[in-house]
């Protein structure tokens, strides 16, 4: 007899941009044309510096155990970058290293939460959010991004969580915003500093999307007073250095948090990997100008495919503060057709044609409030991304297509109405 799994890990489901990669994958490898829109990587190589850097270390050796809050000149470098890049002010005591930066949403968890703690979690949100506070038995609690608000957190949200919760005890942000590409401004985070600062409190700010931020500055929750000590800050080289298969980040926290995060570094996974960490110096050190073109070239794609997108029938698209994805409303089309987002996104990859698909995700995955909305990557070459648009364009008046597609997929009918998901404001 086989044991039996628990409870928490037959209910949990993968992140749904890794579920749609396997599909296209599948299909093309049966021979169907893909574009691919739907997983959040850089198209781009790792930079010489950091890549010549990684080579090297591992022929020097650096391929052994290492400090577990990361080497030490990793750390210092770290912490110089993040004030030259940001303003900040902190030192080498405030960083541990991490494979990434999404295995921080699970150490947050670890050392914070406790069974039945209150977690407010704006919605859409990066769907790993809910397994994490799940993992810990503490409860999520929902605050809407709204279109109108061109997907900025909501402080009134944040301030009765923290009034009227039973155990009100974190916040998750994540400025700039994965689906919707919402960016926090100054006042947001100003306000949110307001609300919790003194407060038993924490918060995980998640920006792996710093240097993605299309008009002015990245601005960190770390940099308002007192937020270093109620605050890990996670980044990571994946987007910003093209160094997603490196696997290599790093979290900010006052010196107290970071001393509990590398106990739990060390229980988890022991350590980083040195010689990706020499990667990173390096990265930080001589491949900014490598790190600025390409973030050129992601802006001139965002604002390729969402000036297409908004010519398309039935979309709606706000043009993103931050990150490289667009986030455009497609509830008129799925009225149209009783089909929900998600369904769309699956009869664009599957079902509007034999030979072409484009992947992509629906709002859905990201939460109840993404529904009604689509998700695409710019990851992809100028070209692919106009055979995109025209694709979704045409393939969105196909009404023998749909019909066809769900009478074979009935679990994508719509049934309710999508409200929420128009635009009340200019959409450029």
Sequence with gaps: ??????????????????????????????????????????????????LEAGIQAIRDGHTSYGPSAGLPEFREAAAAYLNEEHGLSVRADH?????????????????????????????PYFPTYAVNIARRGARMVLSSLRASHAFRP????????????????AVFLNSPHNPTGGVATEDDLRGLADLIRGRDVAVFSDEP??????????????????????????YTFSKSFSMSGWRLGYAVASPETVAILEVLTNTAL????????????????HDRRSRDDRMRDFHHKVKLLVSGLQTVEGVECLMPGGTFYVFPSVAAICHR????????????????????????????????????????????PDDRLRDAVAFIADATTRDARIVAYLAAHPEHRLDATYDGTRFHGPTR
């Design 1 to 50: 007899m086989a044991p039996t799994f628990t409870r928490f890990s037959i209910s949990q489901r993968p992140e749904s941009a890794f579920t749609v990669l396997a599909v296209a994958r599948q299909l093309m490898a049966a021979g169907k044309e893909v574009i691919e829109l739907e997983i959040g990587d850089s198209p781009f190589p790792t930079p010489d510096g950091a």
């Design 95 to 123: 960083v541990v290293a991490g494979p990434g930066a999404k295995t921080f949403e699970q150490l947050f968890c670890e050392a914070f939460l406790e069974p039945d703690d209150g977690v407010l979690v704006f919605s």
């Design 154 to 169: 909501d402080l009134d949200d944040v301030r009765r969580f923290l009034d009227e919760d039973a155990r009100p005890k």
């Design 209 to 234: 999307y710093d240097c993605m931020v299309w008009k002015g500055r990245h601005r960190s929750l770390l940099a308002e007073p007192g937020m270093l000590d109620q605050t890990v800050a996670a």
């Design 270 to 285: 022991s350590c980083v990997p040195p010689f990706t960490q020499v990667a990173g110096i390096a990265a930080m050190r």
């Design 337 to 380: 057709y009783r089909i929900t987002s998600h369904g769309l996104a699956m009869y664009l990859l599957e079902g509007a044609d034999d030979r072409l698909g484009v992947a992509c995700l629906g709002g859905e995955c990201f939460g109840e409030a993404g529904a009604g909305f689509l998700r695409l990557s710019c990851a992809q």
